[in-house]
């Protein structure tokens, strides 16, 4: 299942709240994470890379950056997480980047170009106001609407557009 966040879809959820947007988003999709994407993704991983998140917050971020679910945007979206953790060094790239290349099965693995837009998402997680968004608490912003939330931590859906 794919699905495309398109400027009228855009301006329709700014206005609907973090936990109805996820809910009409992604209630179908509900993948089976393979092992090797759990170890190096997940926060509940002792070998977890700098922008672990839990795949729900990891939705959020997907519908805050305004991504769809294509490679492209899954690329995106995990590069604007690493980014945005000011823990990620270049070894932590090296191995996300040869694991999500080589390693990672179908349909997880990312391509030569898939890897532009991770890089694409880290330079955007690198810029915005407020860094270690994967540690952010999203139950407590459940209930706030898409608009604000990208207001308060400086996501410009337009602005990614405009520039990557």
């Not at 009409?24 to 672990?52: D, T």
Request: hydrophobic residues 40%; without cysteine.
């Amino acid at each position: 299942m794919a699905f495309d966040l398109d400027e009228t879809f855009q301006l329709d959820i700014a206005e609907m709240n973090l936990k109805q947007v996820h809910s009409a988003i992604f209630s179908l999709h509900k993948p089976k994470i393979p092992f090797i994407i759990w170890l190096l993704e997940n926060p509940n991983s002792l070998l977890a890379l700098p922008g672990k998140i839990s795949l729900r917050h990891h939705d959020y971020i997907h519908i805050l950056l305004g991504r769809g679910i294509s490679p492209q945007d899954e690329a995106f979206v995990i590069g604007f997480t690493m980014g945005n953790d000011l823990k990620t060094n270049q070894l932590h790239l090296f191995i996300y980047k040869l694991f999500a290349k080589f390693i990672y099965p179908y349909p997880y693995n990312l391509s030569t170009s898939d890897l532009i837009n991770f890089n694409l998402g880290f330079m955007y997680g690198r810029t915005i106001k407020i860094k270690q968004i994967n540690e952010i608490n999203f139950k407590i912003y459940q209930y706030q609407t898409i608009g604000y939330l990208r207001n308060l931590f400086g996501i410009n859906p337009d602005e990614i557009k405009v520039k990557y």
